[in-house]
């Protein structure tokens, strides 16, 4: 009786796991997902450039909003790339010289004359 309506089961496919795409991500997926780091992304969230749901104490993103946030990144330009340095390499040729750790600075204290 099962070879009925064979057709039935061609129509309709049971949907496997690794077909369905996500609606909405929790926060660490959306961080893993976007690559960027836990900070940035609730720094985004607390500016309001990145909109998120709350499902309880749960915190949803929405796959499209990632996706519009993540599109307003500044396009790398072509220097950027083809040097080769990394964005920590940058950083430290960018950042103002530390005086070194160690003994501390001393400090010429210059005495008050008497009056």
Known sequence: ??????????????LEPHHLAPLAFTIAEACQVARVGRSNLSAA???????????GVK????????????ETF???????????????????VAAPARRPRGRPLRRRVEAVGEA
């Open 1 to 14: 009786m099962d070879q009925q309506n064979p057709s039935v089961s061609r129509q309709i496919a049971a």
């Open 45 to 55: 969230i607390h500016s309001g450039a990145l909109r998120a749901r709350k499902l």
């Open 59 to 70: 915190t949803l993103i929405l796959r499209d909003d990632l996706r519009v946030w993540l």
């Open 74 to 92: 500044p396009l790398a330009s072509s220097s950027d790339s083809s040097t080769g340095t990394t964005r920590a390499q940058a950083e430290t």
